[in-house]
């Protein structure tokens, strides 16, 4: 049974139109604001105007591999010594000179963002470095790392870090790597292995030559006289300066003064500013550059392109955000848990998908033993994965990948950007401080049955910034409300890595000077907890209210 307000997939669009006769077009929605398409149909890039352009580079590896550690050493390295300001602030990217050549690296370390923006399309990286300590060999995040590179097809080297340390085995490195498919040039193979030291600088200038001479054979061309087309790597909100955003230019030039697009943002460049934070009147190709003047945040991987007028801007971005927004409400009609629940009992659905998470090991095994005994004549419980600490994005994307799948925390909770990756895909997340009700909801849905509940209202959540010592009221957490609002009055609860460490309630509020009742989603605030002095920055602070839901089917 579908509503008017419903969406229906293409398959019973076309099913129904059949049944009444009717011819179908499908037209896509999202070529009425494809602007990238638009540019490249424009105009050629010409080649007697190409020039070479900076490679743009991605550092991967597994974690503690020194990632971080050998993107501040070459900064560090490469940044003329005395430069005004030297390195002021993060801003996603940087460039460094080599040879009189430059490199851009991009500052975010880890494969999830590079995943992550090239799912949306953007082809940012043009090299993959791999880090691999040698003292510690192939990790999982290694391999993780190596395939996202492959699925990209970006070329890779291997950087053999923390060879300064005398357990250092770079020969089991190439031999470890040589299974996944690496094969080093040594031996036989077509990659670069290049020895390196994070902390002594051993090997760095080896690192940037093998870049510039695989750039090389990439013959990375770009043609400077066009519009400009970048890729938004990194982008914020910033008091006193609007939308910022961090993009890599790709093609053209931008400069101050350009019209430019770049999602739902659109705007004219008011001001452009260096990796260091000098204002700049123009970027060129392969060239990272922070842009200002935005009309708001547009998101990491987005396409930047320049337009001819203001209009034609503003009537993009506009249609994208359209898409979304029509986007965002065809989601509604995913289940719910209640619909979970009678598709059981209609026989529709034949196992609940589940993904457990929870702080401890002995509850999580308590847990699952649990829920595999759950089962009626014909539903049992499915466990899709099962794991210790917060729910995490990752976790979402599993739910999202299997259907009617819910995730169940125990003593975890969804924060920030977890939070509201669920809500726009519509999981559906449940979460439980005693095992016993959680036991019961699951056994209520697979019996097909929804008993009556005290439901918990969140109310909202505030990320710790900052940790006062104020005298005669203690510890006092100075917070970022990040979702809804925080009230006086209520309970909270204390998250730390997505684990709940302290429940109890507010002893005091304030916004600057003032005590205050609640403060709203954006602003910043001091809280005070009753009983609590361990709050740490980082810390989510989240306020509930439990509240009595009649019993419905
Ligand atoms: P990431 O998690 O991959 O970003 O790794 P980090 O850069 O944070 O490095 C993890 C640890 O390894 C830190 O304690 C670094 O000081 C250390 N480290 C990184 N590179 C080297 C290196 O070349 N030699 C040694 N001895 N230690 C290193």
Request: hydrophobic share 40%; aromatic share 4%.
């Amino acid at each position: 049974m579908f509503t008017k307000n419903d969406f229906l997939d293409k398959d019973s669009i076309e099913i129904l139109a059949d049944t009444f006769g009717i011819n179908v077009t499908t037209v896509n929605d999202q070529e009425s604001f494809d602007y990238v398409k638009a540019y490249d149909e424009e105009g050629e890039a010409s080649e007697q105007n190409f020039v070479e352009r900076a490679p743009v580079i991605t550092i991967m590896g597994h974690v503690d591999h020194g990632k971080t550690s050998l993107l501040d050493y070459i900064r560090s390295a490469k940044v003329a010594a005395g430069e005004a300001g030297g390195i002021t602030q993060h801003v996603g990217a940087y460039m460094v000179e080599k040879n009189g050549r430059n490199i851009t690296f991009i500052d975010t370390p880890g494969h999830e963002a590079f995943t992550e923006m090239r799912s949306r399309g953007a082809k940012v990286t043009d090299i993959v470095i791999v880090v691999v300590a040698a003292d510690d060999g192939v990790k999982p995040q290694t391999k993780e790392a190596v395939e996202h590179a492959k699925a990209a097809g970006v070329p890779i080297i291997i950087a053999v870090n923390k060879m300064d340390k005398e357990s250092a085995n770079p020969d089991l490195v190439k031999a470890q790597l040589a299974e996944l498919g690496i094969t080093p040039i040594d031996w036989g193979g077509e990659h670069e292995f290049v020895p390196v030291s994070a902390k002594t600088g051993m090997g760095i200038e080896d690192l940037l030559e093998t870049i510039l001479l695989q750039a090389d054979v990439l013959e990375l061309k770009a043609d400077p006289s066009r519009d400009v087309k970048a890729t938004v790597i990194e982008s914020s909100l910033e008091k006193g300066r609007g939308p910022v955003a961090t993009v890599v230019v790709e093609d053209g030039t931008m400069r101050v003064g350009d019209i430019v697009v770049a999602g739902v943002a659109f705007g004219k460049v008011k001001a452009l500013l260096n990796d260091r934070g000098i204002a700049v009147k123009e970027a060129l190709p392969g060239e990272p550059v922070v842009v200002l003047g935005l009309s708001e945040v547009p998101g990491a991987g987005e396409t930047l392109i320049s337009v001819k007028t203001d209009k034609i801007a503003r009537e993009y971005a506009k249609k994208k955000a359209e898409y979304l927004r029509q986007k965002e409400l065809s989601k509604s009609t995913k289940v719910s848990l209640d619909e979970l629940s009678d598709m059981i009992a209609e026989g529709a659905l034949k196992t609940l998908p589940v993904i457990i998470k929870a702080d401890v090991q002995g509850s999580l095994e308590a847990i699952k033993g649990s829920l595999e005994k759950i089962r009626n004549a014909e539903t049992k419980v499915n466990i899709v994965s099962a794991g210790i600490g917060g729910i995490t994005e990752s976790d979402v994307a599993l739910a999202s990948a299997s259907s009617n799948c819910i995730i169940l925390g125990f003593h975890v909770r969804p924060t920030g950007t977890v939070k509201e990756r669920a809500k726009s895909s519509g999981i559906e997340i449940k979460t439980y401080n005693i095992i016993y009700d959680l036991i019961d909801d699951v056994t209520n849905i697979v019996t097909g049955l929804m008993a009556p509940v005290i439901r918990e209202e969140n109310i909202g959540q505030a990320m710790v910034r900052e940790v006062f010592a104020v005298p005669k009221l203690g510890h006092i957490a100075g917070c970022i409300v990040t979702d809804g609002t925080i009230n006086r009055g209520v309970k909270i609860r204390v998250i730390r890595d997505g684990v709940i460490i302290y429940e109890g309630s507010v002893s005091s509020l304030k916004r600057f000077k003032d005590d205050v009742k609640e403060v709203g989603k954006g602003y910043e605030c001091g809280v005070g907890i009753e009983g609590y002095t361990d709050i740490k920055v980082g810390d989510y602070i989240e306020s509930f209210k439990e509240v009595e839901e009649k019993a419905k089917l």
